[in-house]
């Protein structure tokens, strides 16, 4: 069974940062897409950022870009996102995700995790 389960939330001031990382198990997705979304209260879930299993391409949303890093280990099965100069409106649950296409939108994954929980305070 396929599980993907998502770590490193927390909360932190504006301004300072966060790593989260995403660990998958029963199958070897190196030659997937890995993706980062996030979902705040009373707002749909929105695309962070993506990775490409081949070249490791990356495609960043506007609203992240230049602040926050995807990475990827393939030897770990793992995906991974660098968050610096946190705004208060990065605070939502962040979800990595694993697909065969390189997208920003959610309907082309397959497989989510359950989700942490990131918080940015004034």
């Known amino acids: 069974q396929v599980q993907l389960v998502e770590s490193g939330g927390g909360l932190v001031q504006a301004g300072g940062s966060l790593r989260l990382s995403c660990a998958a198990s029963g199958r070897t997705f190196s030659n997937y897409a890995m993706g980062w979304f996030r979902q705040a209260p009373g707002k749909e879930r929105e695309f962070v950022a993506t990775i490409s299993g081949v070249s490791s391409n990356t495609y960043y949303a506007a609203s992240v870009k230049a602040r926050f890093t995807i990475s990827r280990d393939n030897a770990r099965n793992s995906v991974y996102l660098q968050m610096d100069s946190l705004k208060p409106e990065d605070t939502a649950v962040y979800y990595c995700?694993?697909?065969?296409?390189?997208?920003?939108?959610?309907?082309?994954?397959?497989?989510w995790g359950r989700g942490t929980q990131v918080t940015v305070s004034s």
């Open positions: 995700a694993v697909g065969p296409s390189y997208s920003h939108n959610w309907s082309a994954y397959d497989y």
